[in-house]
């Protein structure tokens, strides 16, 4: 049977798998307990993508053959591509323990687990196979991204240089390296690879994109252009995956956001913005200038980014740089739009109810779902009917359950197109639509361009203009936008009386608290805490909390964990703190983040982003929050926090007095006296009071209807409520 096999062979070599299947069924047919007929025409069959007969054949290749190790990986293989994975890793798993000196078998073992997301697993299978043989180039291949998954990104590089030392002539250890150094946000090191690359074979389209990435993160630009553009025009599948995963990271999560992050200056934006999740503030001053000035004078063809816009909140620079950079967004939404129909209007039944419809990509497990929870089921259904659109669909939690139940109708939104989108909603009838996203992860604001409700609304979930003519009204308060402010928002502002962000702490569960010792804490001494995300904190910020820890011996500093830990550590260590005083918290279901909340004292928050849902929890579990109000809405929410329950005196003007104010407040008998006043004020103050805040979010809609309905231009109105007076002057 020499022959048949000798030809089939020569088939495969050259592609013709279907004359070779054809051939080797004949000599099955004849021969059944031809073991290497049934492995070459498995070959065969996984070739042209018919994986269960491939599979069929590869068992019995197996059952004639039990020792034939090649047949056994290739049904493994087979099964991998079929993403059979649990059957594939038992299979592996079954060999290694007959062949464990054997590395492929270590190494696809590794390999099925990476497929199924075990990459602590897929690295230690890696090392097993080099320590068997340390040439095995597809395990030092993996093993460098294995790494680079896990976050070991130092150890990722050291691995993937030593690819390139065993394999100078390999194109994918210095693109390995290129990945490596790019996630390192190590660019030099990363241009260098990724040239090397390309050197070897100028056509490989991964190392031009990382080379074109590379560059635009060190500010070359024009040179970033040729390259990015070159990348981009070969369609490389490699180069659209590569893309995609770095669009979503950088929170672009449809094709039109990731499609407009491809220019060099969004390039630059974006990975500059990246370091700040590391608290990396080196040169943060020259970077947000340059940001500033890279706006203000952009190409017609980018910055458009709502991911970006996102992004741009965290970084220190003027309110009025956030406006330019929507109108931008809004503008690129609506060139979007403009070749798409718009929905027809849908004839208003003759009916006495408001039709409201809220636009959520957070209504489950979520810091927006949290605050909002009970406010849709407490509108007066006398007055009004809510229309929830789920832009993310039921995340199974209990919170979407209870925001589902307190709507009308509640609509999963995520197959409908753009077009598609804006028709459910004008035949929904909806006559005032308030989108709680905005250019947050996961928001479809570019629906709003199509107008498919008469009147538009941005409220709470991005706290910044949506720019152009999306929405009519933004929704705030006197203390989180004074009057001044107006200019840096495309929309009329409608001011609530108290704080505009709901907090809905009535209704939620709150876990018993824990010991001390469970989440690290010193048994004694003070325990300050800031539970920002770690982009949000700001380096005037920090050094304020260590120059307050400086003061107060016996206090630690409770953060979350997060990826700027070992900065934070180094900073602390470099103003004179030991950085065991700095304590992180790890995640933990909100229910348990608000039962540990009250073991702290008192809460530190940031300058540029002040704490949001943070702030309403600390509160709520009785922590006094000290805050500096800025220039803009998202540095401003903590004073209007602190408005809403009667605490106005711990909004401070300047860094001074903040330290002053903390340092003060960590005397017992003062901060005693303080805890006192906020439980007592939790309780008669509006903050935590949703329903009082509902019903003056309904004398808005009907305010913003009757403005509509009589013909006239959306216009900034204050809500009174019955009995009050409206009093918005300059907050400190």
Not at 217 to 224: K, P, R, W
Request: glycine share 8%; with cysteine.
């Amino acid at each position: 049977m020499a022959e048949p096999h000798t030809e089939a062979v020569g088939l495969l070599q050259t592609g013709r798998f279907r004359e070779a299947a054809a051939l080797l069924e004949s000599a099955c047919g004849r021969d059944p307990g031809d073991a290497r007929a049934w492995f070459l025409l498995g070959a065969c069959r996984h070739a042209l993508r018919d994986l269960d007969s491939a599979l069929a054949a590869f068992d019995r290749a197996i059952a004639l053959d039990s020792s034939n190790l090649q047949a056994a990986q290739a049904a493994i293989a087979v099964l991998c591509d079929a993403r059979r994975l649990a059957e594939a890793l038992a299979r592996c798993e079954g060999l290694l323990s007959r062949h464990p000196d054997e590395a492929q078998l270590q190494f696809s073992t590794g390999v099925v687990r990476e497929a199924l997301g075990d990459f602590a697993g897929a690295l230690d299978r890696y090392d097993r196979a080099l320590a068997i043989d340390p040439g095995f180039a597809g395990a030092l291949q993996n093993r460098g991204i294995a790494l680079t998954r896990l976050g070991r990104i130092d150890e990722a590089i050291e691995s993937n240089r030593r690819f390139v030392s065993l394999f100078p002539g390999k194109v994918d250890a210095h693109y390995n390296l290129a990945e490596s150094c790019l996630a390192a946000r190590r660019h030099e090191d990363a241009v260098s690879a990724a040239r090397q690359a390309l050197a070897l074979d100028p056509l490989h389209a991964p190392s031009r994109l990382d080379l074109g990435l590379a560059l635009a993160a060190n500010g070359h630009l024009e040179e970033a252009r040729g390259e990015l553009r070159d990348a981009m025009s070969r369609d490389d599948p490699a180069v659209r995956r590569r893309i995609e995963q770095w669009a979503a990271a950088s929170g672009a999560t449809d094709p039109y956001d990731a499609a407009t992050l491809l220019q060099p200056e969004d390039v630059f934006l974006a990975m500059g913005c990246e370091r700040l999740d590391s608290c990396d503030w080196a040169e943060l001053g020259a970077f947000a200038d340059r940001c500033a000035e890279m706006i203000r004078g952009a190409r017609a063809d980018c910055l458009q980014s709502r991911a970006l816009a996102f992004k741009l909140l965290h970084l220190p620079v003027p309110a009025s740089l956030h406006k330019i950079y929507a109108e931008r967004v809004a503008a690129g939404m609506e060139r979007l739009a403009s070749p798409l129909a718009k929905p027809a209007p849908h004839p208003r039944a003759s009916r006495h109810r408001l039709r409201l419809g809220y636009l959520s990509a957070d209504f489950g497990r979520h810091p927006i779902g949290y605050l909002t929870r009970s406010m849709y089921g407490l509108h007066d259904r006398e007055g009004f009917e809510v229309f929830g659109y789920a832009l993310a669909g039921d995340d199974g939690s209990d919170n979407f359950r209870v925001i589902a139940s307190g709507c009308d109708r509640m609509i999963d939104t995520r197959s409908l197109s753009l077009e598609q989108f804006a028709g459910r909603i004008a035949a929904d009838s909806i006559d005032i639509l308030v989108d709680l996203s905005g250019y947050t992860r996961g928001g479809r604001s570019h629906v709003l361009a199509l107008r498919p409700a008469p009147v538009q609304v941005a409220y709470l979930g991005y706290p910044a203009t949506l720019g152009g003519t999306l929405a009519d009204y933004f929704i705030a308060d006197g203390a989180a936008v004074p009057p001044h402010a107006d200019v840096f928002f495309s929309e009329r502002i409608v001011r609530l009386p108290h704080c505009y962000a709901p907090a809905s702490h009535r209704s939620l569960p709150v876990a018993s608290a824990p010991a001390r010792s469970d989440e690290g804490l010193p048994g004694r001494g003070l325990v300050f805490c800031a539970f920002h995300r770690h982009e949000k904190i700001d380096p005037a910020a920090f050094r304020s909390w260590m120059r307050i820890l400086a003061a107060v011996p016996d206090g630690v500093l409770w953060l979350q964990q997060g990826r700027g830990q070992a900065s934070l550590r180094r900073y602390a260590h470099g103003m004179g703190i030991d950085p065991e005083r700095l304590v992180f918290a790890p995640h933990r279901e909100h229910s348990a983040h608000l039962g540990r909340q009250r073991l702290a004292d008192l809460f530190l928050d940031t300058r540029c982003w002040n704490a949001h849902t943070t702030g309403s929890d600390a509160l709520w579990s009785g922590v006094p929050i000290v805050t500096c109000p800025g220039e803009h809405l998202v540095g401003r929410l903590g004073a209007s926090l602190l408005r809403a329950i009667g605490l106005e005196e711990l909004a401070v003007r300047n860094s001074d007095e903040y330290e002053a104010l903390a340092i003060e407040l960590a005397r017992p008998e003062k901060l005693r006296a303080l805890k006192t006043k906020l439980a007592q004020n939790r309780e008669t103050h509006p903050l935590f009071d949703t329903e009082r805040l509902v019903r003056n979010l309904e004398r808005a809609y009907l305010e913003m209807w009757r403005i509509h309905k009589s013909g006239g231009l959306p216009r900034s109105f204050n809500v009174e409520e019955p009995g009050s007076f409206a009093a918005f002057g300059e907050f400190r």
